[in-house]
């Protein structure tokens, strides 16, 4: 029942905002994304969303790929940025940007091996990416520690010192500053991010231009 409870609340919230905003002509949206892509770049999409379209109420959310996928499936959001999309006719699927990963250390002049075997913190990129790491690393020991936020990664790092796989844009102004240093023999990894909502949501047209904004903010 929690599919059909969740599409009452959206409903229901829905209404009321819409309520609220029809006297002044603004279009009210729910945005939805992985952390990692907030902190990333979202963050900055949503300011320049702000910037170039003045007519919105947002509501913008942080949640794992499985509520986002429902989200947006039973409508709740109306457009949600993941690392895996769903499968479904009623979704459109939109790619965005590839991220680079990048396996730092905190010491310079380590091997990649070296790297996956001490001190290693293994960060939740998805599945694809945990398929692609053990085909690289099959004999790899246990991590460290495990997450799922890089940001959590990354202050480990700072605080305990060891190697991780991060996001290029996250770490690259730390590599540039010395504080990371990349190892130099390791493979690089990818994650595409994609942009998700309904095939049938009645705001399809502000959508499309959000999506080509945050594909223009991803690229440059």
Do not use: C
């Not at 939805?32 to 913008?60: C, K, P």
């Not at 499936?73 to 965005?96: E, H, K, R």
């Not at 790899?140 to 605080?159: G, K, M, N, Q, V």
Request: charged share 15%; hydrophobic share 40%; glycine share 6%.
């Amino acid at each position: 029942m929690l599919f059909y409870a969740e599409s009452i609340t959206s409903a229901w919230n829905s209404a009321r905002q819409n309520i609220g905003i029809t006297t002044s002509n603004r279009t009210s949206l729910v945005l939805g994304g992985m952390v990692s892509l907030w902190d990333m770049t979202l963050q900055d999409w949503l300011h320049r969303v702000y910037s170039e379209f003045g007519n919105l109420t947002i509501q913008a959310q942080i949640h794992g790929t499985d509520v986002l996928h429902s989200r947006t499936l039973n409508g709740s959001i109306d457009l949600a940025f993941v690392y895996d999309p769903p499968v479904n006719d009623m979704i459109t699927v939109q790619a965005l940007s590839d991220i680079p990963l990048l396996l730092v250390s905190t010491v310079n002049g380590l091997s990649a091996q070296q790297a996956v075997t001490e001190n290693y913190v293994m960060v939740d990129w998805g599945v694809s990416y945990a398929n692609s790491h053990n085909r690289e690393f099959p004999d790899a020991p246990s991590a460290t520690l495990y997450t799922s936020h890089d940001r959590i990664a990354l202050d480990f790092l700072f605080a305990r010192g060891g190697n991780a796989y991060l996001a290029g844009p996250t770490v690259q102004q730390h590599i540039d500053e010395g504080r990371l240093h990349l190892v130099d023999d390791a493979p690089v990894f990818s994650r595409t991010a994609f942009a998700i909502y309904r095939k049938d949501n009645e705001n399809v047209p502000i959508i499309s231009k959000l999506v080509d904004t945050a594909i223009d903010v991803m690229t440059n």
